[in-house]
């Protein structure tokens, strides 16, 4: 197996915060993988009362690199597209729960989240992961966890912010790995 290194906790980490250092699509599959794992520990929890992940940056930050990275190391074997035109993308994940990867950008109000009927894709066995949460502003159920990504010449930087006790215990296992 392939001999993974990421430099996380190097600039900051916290038990609700670290910035990681991406030096190239490698990394991410490698912080991917982690959150793979650490959605893997929580799996009971998730089947009680469900996971959402925001995804923030601008455009080509990597938001959809990472998160099909994570349905990979999450095990999903098809193609994984972006929601850019469909709005979300289902997988079936962990044995029993539903990933929802959805992309927001191309609503003209956040209504469109309600009456689009959204709102049930969230809670009990749903992973969400979200990208352009704010033009879904209100509508959209809390974060868990919010992965900020930021272009750092070729590379990416990852900032890992927990936003309740189920993104503390991810964001734990995620950097638990790397000890
Ligand atoms: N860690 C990394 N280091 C360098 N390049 C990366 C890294 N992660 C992703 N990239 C590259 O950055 C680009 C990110 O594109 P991606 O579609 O994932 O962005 P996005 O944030 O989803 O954009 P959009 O807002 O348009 O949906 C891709 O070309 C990918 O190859
Ligand atoms: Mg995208």
């Given at each position: 197996m392939r001999q993974q290194t990421i430099k996380l906790s190097a600039m900051n980490s916290s038990l609700t915060d670290a910035v990681v250092f991406l030096a190239d699509e490698t990394q991410t599959e490698a912080i991917a993988q982690r959150f793979a794992s650490a959605l893997g520990v929580l799996r009971e929890d998730i089947l009680a009362q469900g996971f959402n992940l925001r995804l923030t940056g601008d455009?080509?930050?990597g938001k959809t690199t990472f998160t099909r990275a994570l349905l990979r190391a999450l095990d999903v074997a098809g193609r994984v597209r972006s929601?850019?035109?469909?709005?979300v993308e289902e997988y079936d994940v962990l044995d029993g729960c539903v990933f929802y990867h959805f992309d927001f950008?191309?609503?003209?109000?956040?209504r469109e989240f309600e009456e689009a009927g959204f709102?049930?894709?969230?809670?009990?066995g749903r992973i969400t992961a979200c990208e352009w949460s704010e033009k879904a502003a209100d509508y959209l159920p809390a974060a868990d966890l919010e992965i900020t990504l930021t272009v750092d010449k070729a590379a990416r930087r990852a900032h890992l912010a927990a936003l309740s006790d189920a993104g503390k215990k991810v964001l734990n296992e995620v950097l638990g790995h790397a000890a």
């Open positions: 455009l080509g930050a929601p850019t035109f469909e709005l950008y191309r609503f003209e109000s956040p709102r049930d894709m969230f809670g009990s």
